[in-house]
């Protein structure tokens, strides 16, 4: 069965950095568009980033562009989200998603139909 497995949240001060990994099975990981959305305390799902199957191609929210950096490695079945001079407003909870139309690679979750539990990210 599909299983997404995120790790590497933290607590951390303002300007320092993260890396969070999100390690997929279950399914053909590497014809999926893979994306990393965060929730905050009593706010909205927002999508913070999401790369195309063969990682060509990333898109990137706004405020997280220039600062975080998506990857993924697919012999290992691994996204990952670097997170550059990380700001309080960037504490949420942070989930790993799967999207299996890698045409329609945007920062939608309406796209995504796997999900996993979250990593916490605490900026202070």
């Known amino acids: 069965h599909v299983q997404l497995v995120e790790s590497g949240g933290a607590s951390v001060h303002s300007g320092e950095s993260l890396e969070l990994s999100c390690q997929a099975s279950?399914?053909?990981?590497?014809?999926?568009?893979m994306g990393w959305f965060r929730q905050a305390p009593g706010q909205k799902r927002e999508a913070v980033a999401a790369i195309s199957p063969g990682g060509g191609s990333s898109i990137y929210t706004d405020p997280v562009q220039g600062r975080f950096t998506i990857t993924r490695d697919n012999s290992k079945g691994t996204l990952y989200l670097r997170m550059d001079s990380l700001k309080p407003e960037d504490t949420a909870m942070y989930y790993c998603?799967?999207?299996?139309?890698?045409?329609?690679?945007?920062?939608?979750?309406?796209?995504?139909?796997?999900w996993g539990q979250g990593t916490q990210v605490t900026v202070s």
């Open positions: 279950g399914f053909t990981y590497a014809t999926y568009c």
């Open positions: 998603a799967a999207n299996p139309l890698g045409g329609r690679c945007f920062l939608n979750d309406r796209y995504f139909d796997h």
